[in-house]
């Protein structure tokens, strides 16, 4: 059966309403979101869970934890947290273990590799293919040595094309 996109008939109107559809619903769903008219009259509406009831039984514990309905509501639905755990992990924690051990934290910190995430050593993990230890052991390099990498390999690049250019002066 072909798809029907063009307009919506007074029929289809008829049918959305017996789905429980209203016809702002079913031509949003039609004309905004781009849904075939058959499917924006019988797909039923999403029915959103009651976070007032769920608020009301955790507010207590949570406000002692220091988590707002806010963060009690985005932790529950976007994350699918349960409602004990959205109450009872106070605020800015994970309820997953830290990437970065305590130890190898202080490590990073020592060379000057600091900060939440880390992710100077995130990063030479992912694109560099540094094992762990090597990422965190690794200081950072400074702005002197970054100029001198920059200008060594711009020297190389052309040189490999035989340009003779005044970057392939020393510095």
């Not at 029907?4 to 016809?23: C, K, L, M, P």
């Not at 309905?69 to 932790?75: D, W």
């Not at 230890?133 to 094309?161: C, D, F, L, S, W």
Request: proline share 2%; net charge positive.
């Amino acid at each position: 059966m072909e798809k029907r996109y063009h307009y919506i008939t007074s029929q289809d109107y008829v049918t959305a309403e017996q789905n429980g559809i209203t016809a702002e619903l079913a031509e949003t769903r039609a004309w905004e979101r781009g849904w075939d008219i058959d499917r924006a009259v019988t797909t039923p509406k999403r029915v959103g869970r009651c976070f007032r009831e769920s608020w009301g039984k955790w507010k207590g514990i949570a406000a002692r934890h220091g988590v707002d309905r806010i963060i009690f509501t985005n932790r529950v639905r976007s994350l699918g947290w349960s409602e004990e755990e959205a109450a009872t992990i106070k605020k800015g924690k994970s309820r997953k273990p830290s990437f970065w051990t305590d130890e190898e934290r202080e490590i990073a910190k020592r060379l000057g590799i600091d900060g939440n995430g880390m992710g100077l050593p995130r990063i030479r993990m992912k694109n560099l293919g540094w094992s762990r230890k090597k990422a965190i052991n690794t200081p950072k390099m400074t702005e002197e040595q970054r100029v001198k990498n920059v200008a060594e390999g711009t020297r190389k690049y052309h040189k490999e094309r035989g340009v003779n250019s005044e970057f392939n002066k020393t510095v």
